[in-house]
């Protein structure tokens, strides 16, 4: 059995570092994925660290930049990765990002967090792409791997170079005609592009919507609680198979509330009718057993503070003026005087 979800094609070249790609010095490489490489950089405009991606010229088209260029600059939100600028570069698109120092997500995974630390994360992580959804934008490449976790605590997606408008597009290949055999963690360019492992099964077969980032979204969560994704499959095909006929895996072990499972089957639904109507109704949804299972230490710091009421309303008033007056060492005003007794 291969590893799913971590394959990517052979690697093209990227730039030097130390080249200058328009103003952007580049540093260091952050790393390397299916559609392009990522550095470290320095704006002398601004005397500020960025992080430039520069895709590869098979990913980079004059349109595509356009259209980016576009996307992204509606996209202002806190649990979204900022981006500065984007350009060309020999024939090549880049983009110049905020730099955010942390990990990702799956390798925030790899060691073991508190069910509730988990849950906020992938919350932050919901308003992130609900964002990106009001700004008009398909993220259709959401995964583990594109959410961050900063060193200040913040969680951001990011990696929107796959973005489109939610408008219509021309119909892409579908995966599973072009990539059948493939392991299902491989990003293929020119074809329904994506991660076929988080990809719904409409996106597969070329068609990407918000409901279908629902869906990526989704199984990154299951992922994250379960500690395994929902669908099995080493082949795309296999993959399709199982998640058009909602075949879920489900490891018995993890103490996940069977509410909070429930609403993620509903967002990993076959068809995109049958999930949430848009990314806040599935937050909402994921929010309820949290605020449900703090209601009950919420009714005992009502009660306990109802108790200290009484007690000091019960207490004489008078013997605690003169504590007081007391402990201060301070004369009490003759204005203040003992309630009579009845």
């Known amino acids: 059995m291969g590893i799913v979800g971590e ?49 590869h010229a098979t990913a980079s088209t004059p349109a595509r930049l356009e259209a980016e260029a576009k996307a992204l600059a509606r996209l202002a939100h806190p649990n979204v990765v900022r981006v ?8 090549r698109t880049f983009v ?32 992130g792409l609900a964002a990106a959804h009001r700004a008009g934008l398909v993220h259709r490449d959401f995964k583990p791997d594109n959410v961050l976790i900063a060193d200040d605590g913040r969680v951001l997606v990011g990696d929107f170079g796959l973005a489109r ?17 493939a392991a299902v963690g491989l990003t293929t360019t020119g074809t329904a592009v994506g991660t076929p492992a988080y990809m719904a099964p409409e996106q597969m077969l070329g068609s990407a919507t918000p409901a279908s980032d629902q869906f990526a979204y989704c199984v990154t969560a299951w992922e994250a609680l379960f500690g395994a994704r929902p669908f ?10 199982n998640a058009r006929a909602g075949r879920i895996v489900r490891p018995d072990q993890r103490g996940v509330p069977r509410a909070i ?43 306990v503070a109802a108790s200290v ?8 008033p008078g013997a605690a003026v003169t504590s007081t007056c007391a402990r201060s060492g301070a004369a009490c005003s003759g204005r203040m005087r003992r309630p009579r007794s009845t």
């Not at 103003?23 to 002398?44: C, F, K, Q, W």
């Not at 007690?311 to 004489?316: K, N």
């Open 165 to 181: 408008d939610v408008g219509p597009w021309p119909m892409e290949a579908p995966v599973s005609a072009v990539a059948d055999g």
């Open 7 to 55: 394959m990517t094609p052979a690697l093209e070249p990227g730039p030097a570092v130390g080249a200058t790609i328009d103003r952007y010095r580049l540093d260091g490489v952050l790393g390397h994925g299916a559609m392009g490489v990522v550095y470290s950089a320095h704006d002398p405009a601004l005397d500020r660290a960025v992080a430039v991606k520069v895709l």
């Open 84 to 91: 500065y600028d984007v350009g060309d570069y020999d024939g």
């Open 232 to 241: 099995a499959g080493d082949t795309v095909a296999a993959l399709l198979d």
């Open 309 to 316: 009421a009484v007690v000091a309303l019960t207490r004489r």
């Open 96 to 127: 110049a990002m905020e730099l955010v120092v942390g990990t990702t997500l799956r390798q925030w995974l790899r060691q073991a967090h508190p069910l509730d630390q988990v849950l906020a994360v992938i919350a932050q992580a919901g308003l």
């Open 261 to 303: 499972e429930l609403a993620l089957r509903r967002g990993l639904a076959p068809t995109p009718a049958a999930r949430f109507a848009a990314m806040p109704d599935l937050l909402r949804a994921l929010a309820a057993p949290r605020r449900a299972r703090r209601r009950p230490w919420a009714l005992l710091a009502a009660v």
